[in-house]
């Protein structure tokens, strides 16, 4: 088992800027993907941006430009930098694990954490 605790939301003005951070604790080993999911009241959980154990970064449109995920593979944490932030970007944002093991992937979630973004 692996688990997941975020930290970092909060309330923040359009424009400005949060920092998110994930630390995972468990059974931490071999090759991973960490990440970042949202959602918003209403709609299905979607991708923000996602980082390999080699430091591979991947980020959905609605992102790029504004937000940065990095991780520290010591520390077994993840992170993500959003600056220039639009009321649209208010969500729970999720912290996920995901383990590959030959074809199967194995996921795991954080509890989430509140992102509201209001003038």
């Known amino acids: 088992q692996v688990q997941l605790v975020e930290s970092g939301g909060g309330l923040v003005q359009p424009g400005g800027s949060l920092r998110l951070s994930c630390a995972a604790s468990?059974?931490?080993?071999?090759?991973?993907?960490m990440g970042w999911h949202r959602q918003a009241p209403g709609k299905q959980r979607e991708l923000v941006a996602t980082?390999?154990?080699?430091?591979?970064?991947n980020y959905a449109d609605s992102v790029k430009g504004r937000f940065t995920i990095s991780r520290d593979n010591v520390k077994n944490a993840v992170y993500l930098q959003m600056n220039s932030l639009k009321p649209e970007d208010t969500a729970i944002y999720y912290c996920n694990y995901r383990r590959t093991i030959r074809v199967n992937n194995y996921d795991y979630w954080g509890q989430g954490t509140q992102v509201t973004v209001s003038s």
């Open positions: 980082i390999s154990s080699g430091g591979t970064t």
């Open positions: 468990g059974s931490i080993f071999g090759n991973s993907v």
